[in-house]
T-cell receptor
C-alpha cells in the first residue's frame, strides 16, 4: 500500500524563523512528488519534484527530493504570518496521488 | 474558464438523500480527479478520469458513490443514500494529459444531517 508520511504534524514558530518540513514516502512506480499549501478549502500547488538533488526555489520557499532515501524537504526562510497554513506532500504513482496528512504551520507575529 | 470550478460550494442534506456534486475542469485538461477531505484529515483519493473513462475507481468508498464524466469536460460525483460520515469537503482537480501537476477547484463542503 502506498504511503506518504509528513513530519512534524504541527509546528509553531515566530515570524522570521526558518522552518523545514519533511515528507517520506513508499510509493510504487514513483513518478513525482508534489508540495501544496492549503488554506481554507483547496490546496494551491507549490512544487513538483521528479529528479533527485535538484533544488526548486520560489521566493522564500525551496524544496529538494532524495529518491534514494525516499524523502523530500520543504524549506521556508524568513517566515511570515501569511505562511501559516497546512502544507501537504503528495506522491504521484500508479496513476494517482497519495497525500500525507500535512504539517500545520503556525507563524506567531 | 480560468480555473477549476465546482458547484455547489456548500450543500446541506438529510441522511438518506442523494446528492450530486459538479466539477468543471480547466478547458483542455484531459485528466480529472475527485478527492475527499474529512475534517482534520488528509486528502483521500476517490477516482481518476482520463478523458471520459475511469481507469482507477479504487478510492470510491462504497457502491453508494459513483462518478461520470462526459465530453471530456464536466464531471459529476453522485452520492446515494447519504450518511453522516459522508460529510466532508469534496475536491476536484484537473491536469493536462494526466501530467502530475493538478489544479484544484475550491471544493464542495457537504454536510449530512
Amino acid at each position: 500500500e502506498d504511503k506518504v508520511v509528513q513530519s512534524p504534524l504541527s509546528l509553531v514558530v515566530h515570524e522570521g524563523d526558518t522552518v523545514t518540513l519533511n515528507c517520506s514516502y513508499e510509493v510504487t512506480n514513483f513518478r513525482s512528488l508534489l508540495w501544496y499549501k492549503q488554506e481554507k478549502k483547496a490546496p494551491t500547488f507549490l512544487f513538483m519534484l521528479t529528479s533527485s538533488g535538484i533544488e526548486k526555489k520560489s521566493g522564500r520557499l525551496s524544496s529538494i527530493l532524495d529518491k534514494k532515501e525516499l524523502f523530500s524537504i520543504l524549506n521556508i526562510t524568513a517566515t511570515q504570518t501569511g505562511d501559516s497554513a497546512v502544507y501537504l506532500c503528495a506522491v504521484f504513482g500508479n496513476e494517482k496521488l497519495t497525500f500525507g496528512t500535512g504539517t500545520r504551520l503556525t507563524i506567531i507575529p | 474558464g480560468a480555473g477549476v470550478s465546482q458547484s455547489p460550494s456548500n450543500k446541506v442534506t438529510e441522511k438518506g438523500k442523494d446528492v450530486e456534486l459538479r466539477c468543471d475542469p480547466i478547458s483542455g485538461h484531459t485528466a480529472l480527479y475527485w478527492y475527499r477531505q474529512r475534517l482534520g484529515q488528509g486528502l483521500e483519493f476517490l477516482i481518476y478520469f482520463q478523458g471520459n473513462s475511469a481507469p482507477d475507481k479504487s478510492g470510491l468508498p462504497s457502491d453508494r458513490f459513483s462518478a461520470e464524466r462526459t465530453g471530456e469536460s464536466v464531471s459529476t460525483l453522485t452520492i446515494q443514500r447519504t450518511q453522516q460520515e459522508d460529510s466532508a469537503v469534496y475536491l476536484c482537480a484537473s491536469s493536462l494529459d494526466g501530467l502530475e501537476t493538478q489544479y484544484f477547484g475550491p471544493g464542495t463542503r457537504l454536510l449530512v444531517l
